[in-house]
């Protein structure tokens, strides 16, 4: 069992930056983040996998958000750039173990670990 606690949410005016962090407990092969806005489903925002550091984002975050992850550290980032106000949600953490590769960004179902969340808010 892997324990993800993300951490780095909060409000900011459009336009700006926040970078959230989530260390996880244990091995992961993919990680990834989600978000779920009021009343709409979660959906992925974006999946980085450990053997390959390779990066896959949804078109609505593209070339403003950023994920990595410091493999020392167990740690996982997203930089968010310019936000917007849609981007206003629960951020969640996500992970999985070994054999979870598929070379794209992973859908929500196809992760097995999960934070508790973190709010950001985006005000116009």
């Known amino acids: 069992q892997v324990q993800l606690v993300e951490s780095g949410g909060g409000s900011v005016q459009a336009g700006g930056s926040l970078r959230l962090s989530c260390v996880a407990s244990?091995?992961?092969?993919?990680m990834g983040w989600i978000r779920q806005a009021p009343g709409k489903e979660r959906e992925g925002v974006a999946t980085?996998?450990?053997?390959?550091?390779?990066?896959y984002y949804a078109d609505s975050v593209k070339g403003r958000f950023t994920i990595s992850r410091d493999n020392a550290k167990n740690t996982l980032y997203l930089q968010m750039t310019s936000l917007k106000p849609d981007d206003t949600a629960l951020y969640y953490c996500?992970?999985?173990?070994?054999?979870?590769?598929?070379?794209?960004?992973?859908?929500?179902?196809?992760?097995?670990?999960w934070g508790q969340g973190t709010q950001v808010t985006v005000s116009s």
């Open positions: 244990g091995y992961t092969g993919c």
């Open positions: 996500a992970a999985s173990g070994v054999n979870c590769y598929r070379g794209r960004l992973l859908n929500v179902y196809e992760y097995n670990f």
């Open positions: 980085i996998y450990t053997a390959s550091g390779r990066s």
